[in-house]
């Protein structure tokens, strides 16, 4: 796969079993679909009923996805998000994330870092996402993701 195939392939474009090749394009295109910050979008790539820990929330299904996106995109604005391949199998991958993100509440610029393990069905749809995750806070001027 080429990187600008990289670059443009949707999550769902992935399917298992995965190589080294296609773990990094599926981490790539779940990258690119959560910088969108559209809870539409970005829960396309779930299974109607995909459950989901992310942090000490517990939920499941299509529906729950969007409305939590859509609760953390209005806390979370000026989102910026970058994922890296840490470990995959033939329908599990394991990521280790950062993003940034302003509090307007707080006024105030935070760094999240974090891991994810994903199960993946047949058709390429997560079927499981668990995410784990420590919010620092930083100033403006020491922001890598702008």
């Known amino acids: 796969m080429s990187n600008q195939t990289q670059t443009l392939a949707k999550p769902t474009d992935i399917k ?6 296609t773990a990094k394009a599926k981490v790539k295109a779940a990258e690119n679909a ?3 910050c559209d809870p ?10 995909s459950k989901w820990r992310n942090r000490d929330d517990f939920f499941q299904g299509r ?8 609760r953390k995109w209005n806390r979370e604005t000026s989102y ?17 994330f950062e993003y940034e993100w302003y509090n307007e509440y707080e006024n105030q610029w935070y760094r999240t870092h974090g891991n994810e ?13 668990d995410m784990s995750a420590n919010d620092v806070p930083i100033n403006e001027e020491d922001r890598r993701y702008k």
Do not use: C, Q
């Not at 298992?16 to 090749?21: G, I, M, Y």
């Not at 539409?40 to 009923?49: K, L």
């Not at 529906?63 to 996106?69: C, P, T």
């Open 16 to 21: 298992p079993p995965f190589t080294h090749e």
């Open 34 to 36: 959560w910088n969108t």
């Open 40 to 49: 539409e979008v970005v829960a396309r790539a779930y299974t109607e009923n």
């Open 63 to 70: 529906e729950e996805i969007k409305k939590f996106l859509t």
């Open 80 to 96: 910026r998000l970058m994922k890296e391949l840490w470990a995959y199998t033939d329908n599990r991958i394991s990521v280790r």
């Open 117 to 129: 393990h994903w199960e993946f069905a047949k058709d390429g749809l997560m079927e499981v996402r």
